[in-house]
């Protein structure tokens, strides 16, 4: 039998951008929305496709809200962070992006406390369309204070004595959204979108002289970028922050503090696009209000250290592995297996070139179980300058226990409803 036919089944959940007239389960009826070129102008098809758009993007704009920043409640988490051999001092295997880079982890574990809120801006005399086109979310990241703690002087001068350089030092902080989330940014070419308990984020830096080319807002290339995929169960959120870097920008780097005098407009003139190299990733493992390392008997809401600090790795590896491309675009990937039960794969070296890897994408995968379902994001996004843009995020659910059951045997196919 068909797994998939199954009512039972737990459905899959799949945003597709390629479609222009994609929409969210919100419960808007179609038919507000249906009209022919009988009944007005392209003109007013446009529009009213604009306008179905527009509220969807309200509806991930609230949803981020509500449900990922939990309406501007505080998180309060440990972040381990990874740095690669790539932009090290002292080098090592996979420095050049030839071969996986090996990852170091810091010796401290980082408290920081976590939160987003809303914030409205000054009205126009026309006032806004939408509600939220006046509406802006602000995250915050900073290090714990000694207020946070309820018995954490020793905690709190670990956190403040962590060590590293400068690129650590700022690690919490370090920008991974726009300034300021508008509702619009929850559209593809932004690279940000949430779907049930699943979300993704994204930040870019665009590659000195590329502002002088034609391009689309959202287009590369880059000299940096910057991205985060999470998975939010109960009170507890668990996320990965992915920083890329164009060798030259990166942390030790002369253009990566501050110094962009690189001719990147003669680059960008002789079609080259340098491809990013991961530079660091920081594995976020939070609760809501309270700390993670929490084994009170009075907890009684799965949240529990050990679905955050437990054994590394999803039982079987990845729940439904993607497609990656070609054999050669698939080296250019890392597995790994993370304390809590989870695993991630990712890209370690991410080309910009359009005509690399005949303009395929790439994508992100997160598999966590943190309670009675396993969890699955997949972060697709497209080839070339438009790696920002999001092809699809797709989210499996499964029951943890029924998992091995019901995993798919097709081979990496896209997620479909």
Known sequence: MNPYSDPNFPDLEFVNYDDPNYTVDQGVSDEVFQTSSEDGTEEEIEAMREDRRRRNDEFQFETYHADVLKSGDAYKGEWTIYRTSTFLPE???????TAPPQLRMERTNRKVVSMGKKILLPQSEDGFEFRVDGER?????????ADDFEHGKDELEDNLNSGGDDYSSATVGRKFWPKEMKAKDFRGPAGIMCVGNGYTICDTVALPGAQN????DFDGPFSNMRTEIGIQYKRMRFRVK???????????ESSGDGDHSKDATTTLSEGTHPPLLLCSMVVCRETLERWP??????????????????PPGAKGGLYDPPPVGSDKQGEQYMLLDLDGGATVLLPYKIDQDPEAHSGNGWVTSLDWTPGRIRFQVDRKVLGGVKLRGLRSLELSEVEGEEAEIWRPRDGGKDMRR
């Open 242 to 252: 992915l920083d890329y870097c164009v060798k030259g920008f990166g942390p030790n």
């Open 91 to 97: 080098g090592g295997d996979g420095c050049d992006g």
């Open 213 to 216: 080319v034609a391009r689309e």
């Open 293 to 310: 390392r929490y084994q009170k008997k009075e907890n009684v809401d799965e949240s529990d250290s050990d679905r955050l600090f437990g």
């Open 137 to 145: 979310i602000i995250n915050e990241e900073r290090l714990a204070v």
